[in-house]
């Protein structure tokens, strides 16, 4: 019977190269060495499920997304990881850092797995994609994997293991969309959703991992995006940001006129949607179009641009593959603040990456000054497997990157402190976020150009827009009192 169940699990595949994965339904994996003789009901109502996610905010969203559909079909969440009889986790294969934590866990939850054989543990997200068949030989008592483009199908193969089928059930589908339906995102924040708006990456940065783990570009369609987003604004949201790896090429796929901004412009339109953000843009992609906009509709569009240089150096970003070149850079740069004069800019930076040397990180280093970022994130390359650059050296010796890593980020530490100081005496409009971490009587938020800021102020205030004259500054954050 092929109904549309079925049709879904055309996506879980034993990998056909490896026979002695595959079980005799040729579809799902065979082992179950801890013969757990009855499985639970994950699905049932009241099952206690603890997610845990690991990397960028488009993982944050899919398990989001996750728990809307699961959370539909009367799953409790729990805070508590103990508690759960169901544990999720979302993985993130963009550094060896990020696996290992995930490959630490699940060494660990081998001996919960033994003690309580009614618990199910699901691993889903870019390690299941790229490494499904490897988690499922190394962590056979793991229940469920599923790839990047079949977490729309998250409760019916959860459904597959609830009914007993072998384990670990594995899917892994070159799909190409995901399609969350009506579901709405359970978020932490109330007041502030991620929405994915273009899924995949058709650029091949060398030491990247992400074409491989997400797939190539696919833009939903706009009345799509602009649903999800009435919803979301129905369920409390006033703060949206729009996800894409690329998000300056969303909307080419689909032919036609569709941009970011056309988007936006339709977005800006939704009455009861405050603030709208996005991330991540490319040098080589960003257009005019974008900034103009964003200054055009500055009331509700954030001033601030996520927009990775990865490096100064011209050598590195051609060894790196971005297709582009320091001064593209600083072109996009001027033209931004040309157009939208409030712009503030945050970037990623790759230190030693393979062949760098002392004068490429001196040129990231001034590309950093000279650009005046707000705030960076600075990485230490680590290979990837399957990535281009797995083939050439890893050369910079360990210290070499962590000397390279502190250079980096001292340099930008006192770019924002300054950034920062600057705003002493200015008003800052905030969207409140929720009570401080340090000190519970007072709230945090966020100003236009995404700035943590601390005042005190009642409970009641949380998710609205507020005035805070900023009093002192840290590289971090700003301190107020409202107006
Ligand atoms: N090693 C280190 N950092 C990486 N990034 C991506 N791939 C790697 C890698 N192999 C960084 C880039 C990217 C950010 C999300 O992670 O700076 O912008
Ligand atoms: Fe990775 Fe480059 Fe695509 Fe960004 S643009 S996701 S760094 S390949």
């Not at 499920?49 to 728990?67: E, I, P, R």
């Not at 054989?117 to 793991?142: S, Y």
């Not at 509709?297 to 970003?317: A, E």
Request: proline share 5%; net charge neutral.
């Amino acid at each position: 019977m092929l109904d549309e169940h079925e049709h879904s699990l055309r996506g879980v595949e034993s990998p056909a190269h490896d026979p002695n994965l595959c079980g005799p339904e040729g579809a799902v994996f065979t082992h179950d060495p801890l013969k757990l003789a009855v499985k639970n009901h994950p699905l049932a109502a009241g099952t206690k499920v603890h997610l845990l996610t690991f990397g960028c905010q488009m993982n944050k969203y899919d398990s989001a997304m996750v728990a809307g559909l699961l959370g539909e079909r009367g799953a409790a969440f729990v805070e508590n990881p103990e508690e759960a009889g169901l544990l999720i986790m979302n993985t993130c294969s963009v550094r060896g850092h990020a696996e290992d934590r995930v490959y630490n866990r699940l060494h660990v939850l081998k001996e919960r797995k033994r003690r309580e054989p009614g618990f199910t543990l699901a691993v889903m997200g870019c390690m299941a994609q790229k490494e499904g068949e490897q988690i499922a030989k190394k962590f056979p008592w793991v229940d469920l994997i599923v790839g990047t483009r079949m977490l729309d199908e998250f409760p019916r193969l959860l459904e597959r293991v609830r009914e007993g089928a072998r384990t670990p059930l594995l899917a892994i589908d070159e799909k190409p969309d995901v399609k969350f339906g009506e579901t709405v995102a359970r978020r932490e924040n109330k007041h502030m959703a991620y929405l994915t708006v273009i899924r995949g990456c058709n650029k091949r940065c060398t030491y990247c991992v992400v074409p491989y783990t997400r797939g190539p570009e696919v833009s939903r369609p706009i009345a799509e995006i602009v649903s999800e987003a009435q919803r979301l604004v129905d369920d409390g949201v006033v703060e949206i940001m729009l996800l894409g790896q690329t998000i300056d090429t969303y909307g080419y796929d689909l032919g036609g006129d569709t941009t970011l901004w056309k988007l936006m412009r339709e977005l800006h339109a939704m009455e009861g949607l405050k603030r709208i953000r996005f991330i991540t843009s490319h040098p080589e992609e960003c257009r005019e179009e974008l900034f103009s906009t964003m200054h055009e509709l500055r009331d509700k569009v954030m001033p601030f641009i996520h927009m990775p240089p990865q490096s100064g150096s011209d050598r590195m970003l051609k060894r790196m593959a971005r297709g582009y070149k320091r001064e593209r850079y600083l072109d996009v740069v001027r033209a931004a603040r040309q157009r939208c004069p409030e712009i503030e800019f945050c970037g990623d930076w790759i230190v030693g990456f393979s062949g760098e040397t002392d004068a490429d990180v001196e040129a990231s280093l001034s590309l950093m000054a000279e650009v005046e970022f707000q705030f960076s994130f600075v990485f230490k390359y680590s290979v990837r497997e399957g990535t281009p650059a797995q083939n050439l050296d890893d050369d910079i010796p360990e210290e070499a990157k962590k000397a390279r890593h502190a250079r980096l980020s001292e340099l930008q530490e006192q770019i924002s402190l300054k950034k920062n100081r600057a705003r002493i005496g200015g008003i800052e409009e905030v969207l409140v976020d929720g009570p401080s971490k340090h000190d519970e009587k007072r709230l945090t938020g966020r100003t236009r150009s995404y700035r943590l800021i601390h005042f005190s102020g009642g409970q009641e205030l949380i998710g609205k827009i507020v005035h805070v004259k900023v009093t002192a500054a840290t590289p971090l954050s700003l301190t107020g009192e409202r107006v």
